[in-house]
């Protein structure tokens, strides 16, 4: 079935550090492809999103790129801030299952 | 516009009891789905309705149970609760569910069995 992978946290970087959060997936067909992310006490927020082989989504400084030849969307910032602090997820949404697949969850503290 | 709206925040509960949360979508959506969050497992997802339909349904015992109504607002229950049901239950709305259609979600409902 589908599955999406990331790498497991916390992350922990100084402000102005590049970030590199790792994702890949699993799947039939061609899904969309999602980064989440959710502050302390809130529900998830679309941050960007990808809809076929190639697309760049990007969003507040972030980006990935739907990777169909290694099945990957890694998530990419060049400087990150305190306020970045969070758990951003992966995620996948095909047709026919009506349902997005979310990764684990990675935690991301920014120290100032 | 209005959010998507969860109710309540918080509940405990004590183990047997059931307890019914409800969800509602963003005006226009017809699409919701829930999900239960737990440090150890992450976001697994519960069900999801269209149209007052159930469409998909994930890997939960059958005491978990949802519906939707005509509005699209969504109640799910979960009876005879265990001590391993505490968990943030998120619900999320999207115009139609299909597969580029961003979902939005709601702040949860932060279920707590004693």
């Known amino acids: 079935g589908n599955s999406v992978t990331q790498m497991e946290g916390p992350v922990t970087l100084s402000e102005e550090a590049f970030l590199t959060i790792n994702c890949t997936y699993t799947?039939?067909?061609?899904?969309?492809l999602f980064w989440y992310v959710q502050y302390p006490g809130e529900g998830l927020q679309l941050l960007l999103k990808a809809t076929k082989a190639d697309d760049k989504g990007s969003n507040k400084g972030f980006e990935a790129t739907y990777r169909k030849e290694t099945t990957s969307f890694h998530l990419e910032k060049g400087s990150v801030q305190v306020s970045d602090s969070a758990v951003y997820f992966c995620?996948?949404?095909?047709?026919?299952?009506?349902?997005?697949?979310f990764g684990a969850g990675t935690r991301l503290f920014v120290k100032a | 516009k209005a959010g998507v709206t969860q109710t309540p925040r918080y509940l405990i509960k004590t183990r047997g009891q059931q307890v019914t949360l409800s969800c509602s979508p963003i005006s226009g959506h017809r699409s919701v789905s829930w999900y239960q969050q737990t440090p150890g497992q992450g976001l697994q997802f519960l069900f999801e309705y269209f149209s007052e339909t159930q469409r998909n349904k994930g890997n939960f015992p059958g005491r978990f149970s949802g519906r939707q109504f005509s509005n699209s607002r969504s109640e799910m229950n979960v009876s005879t609760l265990e001590l391993g049901d505490s968990a943030l239950y998120l619900c999320?709305?999207?115009?139609?569910?299909?597969?580029?259609?961003?979902?939005?979600f709601g702040q949860g409902t932060r279920l707590t069995v004693v």
């Open positions: 995620a996948l949404s095909s047709t026919g299952g009506f349902k997005t697949i």
């Open positions: 999320a709305s999207s115009v139609q569910g299909v597969l580029d259609t961003e979902a939005f």
């Open positions: 799947a039939t067909g061609y899904p969309s």
